[in-house]
Nanobody, 116 residues
Framework: QVQLVESGGGLVQAGGSLRLSCAASGSTFSRYAMGWFRQAPGKEREFVAGIFSTGGTTNVADSVKGRFTISRDNAKSTVYLQMNSLKPEDTAVYYC?????????WGKGALVTVSS
């Protein structure tokens, strides 16, 4: 069983920055890849960024490349999403995700609203 809790969402003006955090518990965090997804109003959930267990390999969606950075601190069982140069189209609920033992785990999400 894995529990994921996101934090750090909020309202920001276009061009601003936010950092999301996802605290994990209930399993050996350092063994598993982690990811961030987002879902905008009226749209399907989409992949934003992922990071392998050691943190040495990351992947980000083309829509956020150069603006968003994913990182992790295995000692704190936490994964981060640093979001810079935010745009109104980045407005969405952001979800933390991992896949452990054949089960997909999701947090409850953090709302990010970018005003123009």
């Amino acid at each position: 069983q894995v529990q994921l809790v996101e934090s750090g969402g909020g309202l920001v003006q276009a061009g601003g920055s936010l950092r999301l955090s996802c605290a994990a518990s209930g399993s050996t965090f350092s063994r598993y890849a982690m990811g961030w997804f987002r879902q905008a109003p009226g749209k399907e959930r989409e992949f934003v960024a992922g990071i392998f267990s050691t943190g040495g390999t990351t992947n980000v969606a083309d829509s956020v490349k150069g603006r968003f950075t994913i990182s992790r601190d295995n000692a704190k069982s936490t994964v981060y999403l640093q979001m810079n140069s935010l745009k109104p189209e980045d407005t969405a609920v952001y979800y933390c995700n991992t896949w452990v033992g054949g089960v997909d785990y999701w947090g409850k999400g953090a709302l990010v609203t970018v005003s123009s």
